[in-house]
C-alpha cells in the first residue's frame, strides 16, 4: 500500500492497522525515503560518534533497500529483512556487504523509525579471507615504478608505516617526529590516536617533496583549496604504478599496509607490536598475517623433491 496514500486517508490507515493487528508478523507502515530521512539517519549516526565513513555506507545500504521494496513489491516487514539479505546473497554480494546491510537497515528501524521489532536477524558466517600480500621484490617494482615526487611519498609512507588509505591522506608535517622516528596517526580507525615506524628512506622522499610543493595545512592538498586529497586518487596512483610495474597480481593499495604487517611479521618483529603499529585492537585481527607469512613454509620440503625423478 502506497505510504503517500496512507498518510492523507485516515480510513485506509484504520484498516492497514487492523490488518497488522490480525497478521502473524509485525507490519509497518512503509514511510519514504527523503532527504529529511536521510538527514534523521545521519543526525542518529552522528550523535553516536559514526565516521564519516560509515555515515556514507549506512545511508547508502538504507537507500538500496527501500529501492529493493519499490521494485520487488515487498510487504515492509520484519521478514522482510531476511528477504533481503537472502537477495543480496543471491547476487553474490559479500557476506560482510550482507552484514553491513543489516547493521544500518536494524539501525534505522530501530533509532529513526522507532520500531522495536522483536524478529531476530539472521547473518551470514563471516569469511574468513586472507589477505593479499605482495612480496618485497613486487613492493620494490611497484614503488620504482612512480616518477611523480608527491605519488612516491605517498606510497613510501604508505608501506613503509603500515597506513590505511584514510590515515595517509590526512597527514600533515607536524604528525612527523624525526629524532625519535615516528609518525603520529590522528584519529585513526576506531577514533584511536597511535604512533608508527617512519622510515628513513619514506621520510627522505616526504621532506624532498615538501621542499618543493611546500605543503601548508595538509601533508597531501587536494584539488579543492583546504582539503586534503582523496582516498580515490590514492587508490588510482596505486593502480597506474602497479600497471607500469609488471605485478600481475590482484591488489588493491590497501595491500601496502597486509605487505607492511607481513614482512615485519617474516623478519621476527613480535606480533604484539605490529598490532600496535596497525592500530588493532585486537590480536585475533594481527594473527591473520601467520596464515599468509612464509618464513617457516620456506623451511618444509616438499615430498616431490625428496623424489629422485
Same mark, same amino acid.
Given at each position: 500500500? #502506497?505510504?503517500?496514500?496512507?498518510?492523507?486517508?485516515?480510513?485506509?490507515?484504520?484498516?492497514?492497522?487492523?490488518?497488522?493487528?490480525?497478521?502473524?508478523?509485525?507490519?509497518?507502515?512503509?514511510?519514504?525515503?527523503?532527504?529529511?530521512?536521510?538527514?534523521?539517519?545521519?543526525?542518529?549516526?552522528?550523535?553516536?560518534?559514526?565516521?564519516?565513513?560509515?555515515?556514507?555506507?549506512?545511508?547508502?545500504?538504507?537507500?538500496? &533497500?527501500?529501492?529493493? $521494496?519499490?521494485?520487488?513489491? $515487498?510487504?515492509?516487514?520484519?521478514?522482510?529483512?531476511?528477504?533481503?539479505?537472502?537477495?543480496?546473497?543471491?547476487?553474490?554480494?559479500?557476506?560482510?556487504?550482507?552484514?553491513?546491510?543489516?547493521?544500518?537497515?536494524?539501525?534505522?528501524?530501530?533509532?529513526?523509525?522507532?520500531?522495536? #521489532?522483536?524478529?531476530?536477524? $539472521?547473518?551470514?558466517?563471516?569469511?574468513?579471507?586472507?589477505?593479499?600480500?605482495?612480496?618485497?621484490?613486487?613492493?620494490?617494482?611497484? &614503488?620504482?615504478?612512480?616518477?611523480?615526487?608527491?605519488?612516491?611519498?605517498?606510497?613510501?609512507?604508505?608501506?613503509?608505516?603500515?597506513?590505511?588509505?584514510?590515515?595517509?591522506?590526512?597527514?600533515?608535517?607536524?604528525?612527523? #617526529?624525526?629524532?625519535?622516528?615516528?609518525? &603520529?596517526?590522528?584519529?585513526?580507525?576506531?577514533?584511536?590516536?597511535?604512533?608508527?615506524?617512519?622510515?628513513?628512506?619514506?621520510?627522505?622522499?616526504?621532506?624532498?617533496?615538501?621542499?618543493?610543493?611546500?605543503?601548508?595545512?595538509? &601533508?597531501?592538498?587536494?584539488?579543492?583549496?583546504?582539503?586534503?586529497?582523496?582516498?580515490?586518487?590514492?587508490?588510482?596512483?596505486?593502480?597506474?604504478?602497479?600497471?607500469?610495474?609488471?605485478?600481475?597480481?590482484? $591488489?588493491?593499495?590497501?595491500?601496502?599496509?597486509?605487505?607492511?604487517?607481513?614482512?615485519?611479521?617474516?623478519?621476527?618483529?613480535?606480533?604484539?607490536?605490529?598490532?600496535?603499529?596497525?592500530?588493532?585492537?585486537?590480536?585475533?585481527?594481527?594473527?591473520?598475517?601467520?596464515?599468509?607469512?612464509?618464513?617457516?613454509?620456506?623451511?618444509?620440503?616438499?615430498?616431490? #623433491?625428496?623424489?629422485?625423478?
Amino acid at each position: 500500500m #502506497d505510504s503517500q496514500l496512507l498518510e492523507e486517508c485516515y480510513l485506509l490507515q484504520s484498516y492497514y492497522i487492523s490488518q497488522k493487528e490480525n497478521a502473524s508478523e509485525s507490519i509497518f507502515l512503509v514511510p519514504q525515503w527523503d532527504s529529511d530521512h536521510e538527514k534523521r539517519l545521519k543526525n542518529e549516526l552522528l550523535r553516536r560518534g559514526y565516521s564519516p565513513k560509515t555515515l556514507k555506507a549506512y545511508c547508502g545500504q538504507v537507500e538500496r &533497500l527501500f529501492h529493493y $521494496v519499490k521494485e520487488q513489491h $515487498v510487504i515492509w516487514s520484519d521478514q522482510m529483512i531476511q528477504n533481503y539479505s537472502l537477495y543480496l546473497l543471491n547476487k553474490n554480494c559479500s557476506h560482510a556487504y550482507v552484514n553491513q546491510a543489516i547493521s544500518a537497515i536494524k539501525f534505522y528501524f530501530q533509532k529513526v523509525l522507532q520500531q522495536q #521489532d522483536t524478529t531476530p536477524y $539472521v547473518r551470514p558466517k563471516k569469511e574468513n579471507k586472507l589477505p593479499n600480500v605482495l612480496s618485497i621484490k613486487e613492493v620494490t617494482s611497484i &614503488l620504482k615504478a612512480i616518477q611523480n615526487i608527491k605519488h612516491q611519498a605517498i606510497l613510501y609512507l604508505t608501506y613503509s608505516s603500515g597506513l590505511r588509505v584514510g590515515e595517509v591522506v590526512r597527514l600533515r608535517l607536524q604528525d612527523f #617526529d624525526i629524532e625519535r622516528k615516528t609518525l &603520529l596517526i590522528r584519529q585513526g580507525k576506531g577514533r584511536k590516536d597511535r604512533l608508527t615506524l617512519l622510515s628513513d628512506t619514506a621520510l627522505e622522499i616526504v621532506q624532498r617533496y615538501s621542499q618543493q610543493q611546500k605543503p601548508e595545512v595538509w &601533508l597531501f592538498p587536494g584539488q579543492t583549496s583546504g582539503r586534503h586529497l582523496t582516498e580515490r586518487s590514492v587508490q588510482k596512483v596505486f593502480e597506474q604504478a602497479l600497471a607500469v610495474s609488471g605485478v600481475r597480481k590482484e $591488489v588493491s593499495v590497501h595491500s601496502l599496509r597486509h605487505s607492511f604487517a607481513t614482512h615485519l611479521l617474516e623478519g621476527g618483529t613480535d606480533i604484539r607490536y605490529i598490532q600496535e603499529l596497525l592500530g588493532h585492537q585486537s590480536t585475533r585481527t594481527t594473527e591473520r598475517y601467520t596464515h599468509v607469512s612464509v618464513k617457516d613454509i620456506r623451511r618444509i620440503k616438499s615430498p616431490l #623433491d625428496q623424489i629422485d625423478l
